[in-house]
C-alpha cells in the first residue's frame, strides 16, 4: 500500500479544517440575516398594529345638540323638560345627560332649568316643575317637545295658543310621570325618555323632526382671554348661587349649588357641562308673585367659558337659539354638554354676577 507523505498529509488536514470553519462561519451568517430579517418584520408589524389601534373611529352621524360623532339614527325629536332647582329638589336626576340646559331666575333668587334631551335617554328625569314663557320660547328654538307640571298664565296662554308641542305631567300624574315617596309633593314628580316618547306619540306629535345643528369645533377658539378654574354666578342667595370648578382631566366644569355638588341622584355621576355661556339679559317682574319677563330676543354682554379659558363675547338669538358671537363672528361650542345661565342687567350686570378667585387660574 503506497503511503502519502507526511506533509502532504499535514496540508489536506490544514485545508479540511479551514473550510470546515468557513462552513461554520456562513452558517452563522445566514442564521444571524434571517434572524434579522424576522426581528424587522416583527417590528413593522407591531407598529402597523399600534397605527390600527391608535386610529380615530369614524361615525357616520353627529348629535346635533352635543357634537359628538355616532353611529346610531339622529333623526327624532328632543324633549325640553322644566326641572325644579330648589334646596327641596337637589339632587336632580338625569341632569347630567341633558344636551343643553338653560338655568334661568323663575321666581325670588330661585332657577329652574330647561334641560333638553337628545342624545342620551335616561330613565329618570326630575324633578319635573311648571312652565314660564321664556322657557317655551327657548325650547322652541330647539325644536323640542315640552314637558312641565303646570305653568304660568303667561305660559298657559302659549301652550292653549298651540304655540308649543306641549306634554302635562298633571295631565298624565301616574301614567308617563310618577311621583316618588321620598319627597314631597310638589317636588316629587319625576319621568323618563321612553314615557316621554309614547306621550308625544299617543298626542300625535311629529317625534321624527332633529334638532338644530348648533355650531362646533374640536379645538378651542381662542383669541384671547383669561385663564380661570372656578367663578361662581351670583342669583342673589347663597343656597341657590352656582359654582364651577374646573376637571382639567376631563377638561369639563363641574357644576356645584350653594356650595354643594349636584351629582346625580341615581348614578352620582358630576354635572359636568363642557361649555359654560353665561348671558346678561333684562329681568323684569310682572306680578304679585314675583313671576318675571325676561329679554331672550336683544342680545347682550356674554361670557363663554371653555377649558380653563373665559372670553369676554356677546350674545344673540339666532331662530331662537342664544349664540356665542365675537367681534361680528359667530364662535363654536366644544362638543359635549352646554349650560347656558341667564343673569340680569341690573345691580352691575355680568360682571358683579360672576366672581372669579384671585387665584383661580390655569397658571397657578
Known amino acids: 500500500m503506497k503511503r502519502i507523505p507526511s506533509i502532504t498529509a499535514a496540508i489536506l488536514v490544514i485545508l479540511l479544517i479551514m473550510s470546515g470553519c468557513q462552513s461554520e462561519e456562513e452558517a452563522t451568517n445566514n442564521e444571524e440575516d434571517e434572524t434579522g430579517i424576522e ?16 386610529a380615530e373611529p369614524v361615525y357616520d352621524q353627529t348629535y346635533p345638540l352635543t357634537g359628538i ?10 324633549f325640553g323638560v322644566m326641572i325644579e332647582n330648589s334646596q ?23 332657577t329652574r332649568l330647561l334641560a333638553i334631551f337628545h342624545s342620551q335617554q335616561p330613565e329618570r328625569i326630575g324633578n319635573v316643575r311648571s312652565a314660564r314663557d321664556y322657557y317655551i320660547y327657548l325650547n322652541n328654538g330647539l325644536n ?14 302659549l301652550i292653549e295658543q298651540r304655540a308649543v308641542d306641549f306634554i302635562s305631567g298633571l295631565v298624565y300624574d301616574g301614567t308617563y310621570f310618577t311621583r316618588s315617596s321620598h319627597r314631597n309633593a310638589p317636588h316629587n314628580m319625576y319621568t323618563t325618555f321612553a314615557n316621554l316618547v309614547e306621550a308625544a306619540e299617543q298626542i300625535g306629535y311629529d317625534t321624527s323632526l332633529k334638532p338644530p345643528e348648533l355650531p362646533f369645533t374640536e379645538e ?16 342673589g342667595s347663597s343656597s341657590n348661587n352656582v359654582q364651577y ?29 363642557k ?36 372670553q369676554e363675547v356677546e350674545w344673540r338669538n339666532v331662530d331662537g337659539v342664544l349664540l356665542p358671537y365675537k367681534d361680528g363672528d359667530r364662535l363654536s361650542l366644544l362638543p359635549g354638554q352646554t349650560f347656558i345661565n341667564l343673569v340680569p342687567t341690573n345691580n352691575g350686570g355680568i360682571e358683579s354676577r360672576v366672581s372669579i378667585p384671585a387665584d383661580a387660574n390655569a397658571g397657578s
Open 275 to 310: 361649555n359654560v355661556f353665561i348671558v346678561e339679559t333684562e329681568h323684569r317682574v310682572i306680578d304679585d308673585q314675583g313671576r318675571r319677563h325676561v329679554d331672550i330676543e336683544s342680545g347682550g354682554n356674554a361670557y363663554l367659558i371653555q377649558e380653563g379659558v373665559l
Open 69 to 78: 360623532g355616532t353611529n346610531e339614527d339622529v333623526d327624532y325629536r328632543a
Open 220 to 235: 378651542l377658539e381662542l383669541t384671547e382671554g383669561a385663564d380661570v378654574t372656578e367663578f361662581e354666578i351670583d342669583y
Open 88 to 110: 327641596s329638589a337637589r339632587p336632580h336626576s338625569g341632569l347630567y345627560q341633558a344636551d343643553v340646559v338653560y338655568e334661568v331666575l323663575a321666581e325670588g333668587s330661585i
Open 245 to 273: 370648578s374646573y376637571d382639567r382631566e376631563n377638561k369639563v366644569y363641574v357644576r356645584s349649588v350653594g356650595g354643594q355638588l349636584v351629582n346625580d341622584s341615581e348614578t352620582n355621576d358630576p354635572v359636568a357641562p
Open 144 to 157: 323640542a317637545i315640552y314637558a312641565s307640571a303646570g305653568g304660568s298664565p303667561g305660559a298657559f296662554d
Open 39 to 54: 426581528e424587522d418584520e416583527n417590528d413593522e408589524k407591531v407598529i402597523e398594529q399600534d397605527v390600527e389601534e391608535e
